[in-house]
């Protein structure tokens, strides 16, 4: 589907408010909010409804609070091992993935975070699980999160580190390194060589 001018005000909504939470300096933070006051003002043409009351449907203080959206790729090679990537932020490893974002459909989002990571170009086959993080032994965190999996073949590419990647390696089920518990579990990683084993295993769902 083609994003219409809306949906691209959409994502320009949500980059001013990524922009804005993480942003660490003032030069920064008046960039995001022009940016933030820009994409309202589109909003507001494209719809005709009065921009207070479109700023007061965005704000953060009177949002409806919902789940956020952890999407990972599982890619097998033709040895049966799993792509898995090192995260920077801990040294431990994780499937491939992310947060969802604005403007992208879930397989989407599986095929982008692949290719960030890994260097992979992949196409989405199959949706294994949609997990709920409460229902799982993670370390404790302040997000309510649900987890998608979808099974991804490897189209063509090569590996190559992202910013926030320090390695990317294949892995034999018998050899799984030391994981990021905060993203992946070792048995939600037993899950996904189960679903290798029996490909008409149905979709787990919390």
């Known amino acids: 589907m083609t994003p219409s001018i809306l949906d691209y005000a959409k994502r320009l909504k949500a980059m001013a408010h990524l922009g804005l939470t993480y942003a660490n300096n003032a030069y920064d933070l008046e960039r995001y909010q022009e940016l933030e006051q820009m994409s309202l003002e589109l909003m507001q043409q494209l719809s005709g409804q009065p921009l207070a009351e479109i700023s007061a449907y965005f704000s953060t203080k009177k949002e409806y609070i919902t789940p956020k959206v952890d999407i990972r790729a599982v890619i ?40 960030e990571e890994t260097g992979f170009n992949v196409k989405p086959v199959k949706l294994l699980a949609v997990l709920d993080k409460r229902c799982h032994p993670h370390p404790p965190q302040p997000d309510y999160v649900y987890k998608i999996f979808i099974q991804c073949e490897i189209i063509n590419g090569e590996k190559t580190k992202a910013f926030d990647i320090l390695d990317v390696s294949f892995f034999d089920q018998n050899a799984i390194p030391e994981l990021s518990e905060d993203r992946v579990l070792p048995s939600q990683i037993e899950l996904m060589f189960a679903y290798l084993a029996d490909p008409q295993k149905e979709a787990m769902i919390d």
């Open 76 to 115: 097998f090679n033709d040895q049966k091992q799993l792509l898995l990537v090192r995260e920077k932020a801990d040294g431990k490893w994780s499937l491939p993935g992310g947060w969802a974002d604005i403007g992208f459909s879930p397989k989407e989002i599986a095929v982008k975070e692949a290719l």
